[in-house]
C-alpha cells in the first residue's frame, strides 16, 4: 500500500488531535517496531505500522466513557475504532482483521502467534520503559 505509514499518521493525528502526549508515544512505539522488525523477514510491514500508531486508540474511548484507562479497556475498545479508521483508507480487509486482533490483545498474554505483535509488544515496552525512567524538568 502507498504511503501507508503517511495516511496512517495522519489518521493518529486527526484522531487523537491536541493529544501530543499519545501521538508522540504511538511515533516512538512506530520507529522502535521497524527497527525491530528488521530481523523478522516474514513481518508485514504494513501490518506492524498500522499497529504501532494505532495500538493505543482505545484510550480515548475509555477515558470518555470511564474517566480512566487501562490495558483492557484499550483491548476492548481499539480494535473496532483502529478498523474504522483503517476502512477509511482502503486498508486491506484481512490485514485489518490481523491489527485488530494484535491491538486488542497487546497488553494480555499472546493468544495470537503473529510476529507483528511480538514486535509491537517489545517496542511498546521499550518506550514505556524510557518513558518511566524520565525525570520532569522543573
Known sequence: MQYTEA???????????????RIDHAQRVLFHSKNIAIE?????????????????VGIKPAETKFGYNNG??????????????LQSIDFPAEAIVKVKEIIGNHHSPSRYNYVELEIL???????????????PLT
Open 40 to 56: 523478522y523477514a516474514s513481518a508485514d510491514l504494513d501490518v506492524v505500522i498500522a499497529c504501532a500508531l494505532l495500538h493505543d
Open 72 to 85: 483492557k479497556l484499550q483491548e476492548e475498545y481499539g480494535p473496532a475504532i483502529a478498523e474504522e479508521l
Open 7 to 21: 495516511k496512517i499518521t495522519k489518521l493518529l493525528v486527526d484522531f487523537f488531535a491536541d493529544d501530543f502526549r
Open 121 to 135: 509488544k517489545e517496542a511498546d515496552a521499550i518506550v514505556n520503559k524510557a518513558d518511566s525512567l524520565e525525570v
